[in-house]
């Protein structure tokens, strides 16, 4: 029996999502007094124990059972206490009346066998926690908050986010850490870990309210000198699976109530148009794309599409995904972003990512049954969300809803928070910490970039941005330019901004390439390709500019702008030269009317022709240096500023960029960053074939610097007593640059 007030907290109506199939440990625990492990607490119990004192009994089940007084003895004086709480009203056992409880007195007591359950199976959250390597010390925290339910208010205008807080966390028998490792009551893992490899194991929550929920945890921790990285892996083609489709309906109901549960924003001749009904039911077609003759369970993905397309669009995605063996689950709604909002004026944001959780309880109904072909092929543990625009923004809301959910795909997704069309909101100031794939295109008209960028910063799970060098909008799905004009480029305004100059099928490829890495990473748990979604393998790349942040433990934010001009360390940034430096966003780019751009906090600098410019960032005091010895590079994100509508197609030839080290006794080491930026001055693979492209590279790009390359330098640096890193800019002329150029640079860390 589950004692009141232990049961496993619930979410919302519409986020119980079938746990039965849903596997993870229960909450054993003991019952104090229970010797015999009978379930009972009678006379038996201390003539058990005695005997186990006096020989006459070799083993018990449980010695802290035994430990009736909890002294961490086991002694005459556990028998007296059991004998007067029976017989002679003394003090209740350590645990309470009605007798299941933890040990959380220290002591070198174990027990084998549990006698009862305090907690039974209910995994509703998942926590894929920082990665880690072996032999260096190991530091995260699972989070002490479960957001449960979001509701908006209308008098006045309010965000609610419904919450569960937890004080207290315990790892279950059955379920130990990854060795090296510990977990503390307050939900800090720390030690230092022994082996590599992907690990998962369950750790329970005791809420405020005295409630216990289960936490499912997946780990990386890799080799110190990371060897599961592969590099050079191509996951642009079909895998080895031929694929199959099923497909089929399910009622999903929209409610309407009135008033509106949204904020009404009547811009552009949105207006708050009552519905008709509280509530109306819809069909909703799906389909699923599986792989054939796959001998184990796998991931999920469940696709929202995005406006005024359809679920038949993204079959290449499905078909290659599926191909590689994950499970693609595409659902057709058009009412959610086309009729809906006319009711509420906020796209239908909400109501996809709805829709989303009712497919996903759908296809556990219908995988239920033993004849479904895909029944035990779905791991429900790695369940993913996925879409594109707007059916992008539904996939972050439905993490937010889910708490199970392992991960996001987004493609091209709007900007739930400011939607330039609907208005904006205090809500989702911090985007869900799962992992998150966003793969956005440098042409797109339709969710420009300072949306992406914004989006970027409010993510803080693992995540990787991918920006597609002359991708659309529209080239997302099989029918559609849009976010594109239909034109060949060519370097003027504004043809060079605004026309697409890649194929429909290349912008596939690379989309397929990195969300089949993205599924293998944190669907399968395959370390391999930590190096296309977070290592330094897009650095040079004349296809993408991707950035990423992969979540190392241990990792120290050095600066993110938004103090400047102090870091987040505390201390003033510092510049010196030619030029002007300042804070803002890195587009010139108009947000589309009537909505100014959100803000975006980039360090912009206006360089000078022929010039230079440091930027020193302190580190720490020569009193109190920082300590980087056990870390392995420092990283940042670094572009060329966007001039809309002007020629800036320079690359980063007339730049030059070295990163100095300077430890607290004066030794410097510096290296030139230039061979870490791109030489490619066109786009390889442009369309059509004979158009000559000369590449912009101005969206993010990752810039890291190993720390073994500052010692190799100069061997004498002394990582664990450093007091300053600085960037040295130098710039050269070039005959097309008719204004002075920009950079910005973004989250300089310390991984």
Known sequence: MVPTGARCSLLLIFLLISPVQLLAADLLGLSRGDCNGDGLRNLADPISHLEFLFGTNATIPCEDANDVNDDGVLDVSDAVFLLEWLFLSGPVPPGGMEGCSLDETPDTLGCQVPSCTIASDCPERCAVLPVGHVGRTYTSHLSLVLQTGVETTINPIEVIQTEIRFEHFVSPIGSELPAGLQLDADGRISGVP??????????????????????SVDLGIFSSDESEVIGGQDLSQPGPFSVGELSGNYLHVHQLPNPSPYPLWPLNGCGAVPASTSSIGQMKPYR???????????????????TGYSYLDYDYLGEHLASRGFIIVLVNDTYSYLTYPIH????GHDEGARVLLSLREEIVEVTSNT????????????????????????AI??????????????LQPTEAKGDSWIGYTTRWDQLPDVPILDITAEQDFDVIWPFADRLLERFTGATTMVGLHGGCHGYSTSVSDAGCNICDWIPS??????????????????????AT????????????????????EAQLSPFVSLVSRRRD?????????????????????????QGTVGVGSCYDVPSPAPAPLLPIDNLILQLDFNGQLAITEQLGSVAAPLDASEHRQFKMRLKNHDRWGMVDNFGFSWLQLEMVLRDSRGREAAIALGAKLPEVETHPQPFPASTSVTLKYQRYRDVSVTLGEFTSANPDLDLSSLVELRLDWVTSSNPQMVVSPRIGIDDLRLE
């Open 194 to 215: 022994e082996a590599a490899g992907r690990h998962t194991f369950t750790v329970w929550g005791r809420s405020e309210a005295g409630e216990w929920q289960s936490h």
């Open 288 to 306: 699923i794309l599986y792989p054939l003759g796959l001998d184990e369970a796998t991931s999920i993905l469940l696709f929202h599409h995005g």
């Open 344 to 347: 509420y004026c906020w796209g």
């Open 371 to 394: 004849n479904h072909p895909l029944h035990d092929a779905i791991d429900w543990d790695r369940v993913f969300y996925g879409g594109h625009s707007r059916g992008g923004a539904s």
């Open 397 to 410: 809301i439905a993490a937010e809803f889910d708490p199970k959910t392992r991960g996001i795909i987004a």
């Open 493 to 514: 305004a504004p043809w060079l901004d605004q026309c697409r100059y890649i194929s429909r099928d290349l912008q596939w490829q690379l989309t397929c390439h990195y």
């Open 517 to 536: 890495a993205f599924l293998e990473r944190h669907g399968r748990g395959n370390l391999s390709t930590d190096g296309i979604l977070y290592g330094e």
């Open 553 to 577: 433990s241990g990792e120290i934010l050095i600066d993110d702008f938004s103090t400047f001009p102090t870091n987040q360390l505390g201390y003033p940034i510092e510049w010196s030269g």
